[in-house]
């Protein structure tokens, strides 16, 4: 059975005390046993939450390279010495304000797998992608490093999060048809790369405004196995309301 996971992406927001309130209210909640439930704090403040027992803790980033003259960056060596377990990479804001390409987030993979963290690997397509039927070909062409150069071992560790682009911070949600249609598509490339047995066992999660009134129908989808959730995680209740909804 693959794996539910809800991931709480927290962007740049909330200052200190902010952000350790809502860290200390979702690790006192319950949640459910078959249900995994991950939180991306700003960079800064990692180290005071890796030691988290009841959620999971992830990175947004990672660098490219293992160590150096890399002003302002922090390496998967770095990440793994906290005892971090996941890492978001590819994700549509580093991509459109960091110009990221597929390469480099590949190289963050690369480096993310040695190190023994999950990537949480982003991909999906812009509005005008979409409008001009070109979202498979795009989605399709973002998973092509991972599918082509990373074994099956390799590739089984890795998490996919599909965000249409267009449902970032819009407030717009792709239908959950259509979001269980790309869902299937990204399974069917797993299954041609690697097999059934990897393609039914990699979780691939949809993001785009996923929020406690939604999230029951989109992740009753045949192939969408939870969220990466944005502004919605920023609210205890609202996080916790998402993570119920399987």
């Keep these: 059975m693959r794996k539910k996971i809800v991931a709480g992406n927290w962007k740049m927001n909330l200052n200190k005390?902010?952000?350790e309130i809502?860290?200390?209210?979702?690790?006192?909640?319950?949640?459910?046993?078959?249900v995994e439930a991950i939180i991306a704090p700003a960079s800064i403040y990692l180290d005071s939450f890796s030691n988290a027992s009841n959620v999971s803790i992830s990175s947004q980033d990672v660098s490219a390279n293992s160590n150096g003259a890399f002003t302002g960056e922090f390496s998967a060596e770095m990440l793994s010495s906290i005892n971090l377990r996941f890492a978001?990479?590819?994700?549509?804001?580093?991509r459109t304000f960091?110009?990221?390409?597929?390469?480099?987030?590949f190289q963050k993979v690369e480096m993310l797998l040695k190190y023994g963290i999950t990537p949480i690997f982003c991909c999906?397509?812009?509005l005008l992608d979409r409008e001009s039927k070109n979202h498979f070909n795009v989605v399709k062409s973002q998973l092509s490093q991972i599918l082509s150069k990373l074994s099956s071992e390799e590739f089984s560790k890795i998490v996919i999060a599909y965000e249409p682009v267009w449902a970032i911070?819009?407030?717009l949600t792709a239908d959950p048809e259509d979001a269980q249609e790309m869902h299937s598509f990204i399974r069917s490339l797993v299954f041609e790369?690697?097999?059934s047995e990897i393609s039914e066992l990699i979780s691939i999660l949809y993001g785009g405004s996923c929020k406690p009134s939604n999230a029951k129908e989109l992740f009753s989808m045949d192939d969408i196995d939870g969220g990466l959730i944005g502004g919605a995680s920023l609210d205890s209740e609202s996080f916790e309301a998402i993570i119920n909804s399987f």
């Design 169 to 171: 911070g819009t407030g």
């Design 88 to 94: 978001i990479v590819g994700h549509s804001e580093r």
């Design 17 to 19: 005390s902010e952000a």
């Design 98 to 105: 960091h110009k990221e390409t597929d390469l480099l987030i």
């Design 22 to 34: 809502l860290y200390n209210d979702l690790e006192s909640k319950s949640y459910p046993d078959d």
């Design 124 to 126: 999906g397509e812009s």
């Design 193 to 195: 790369a690697f097999g």
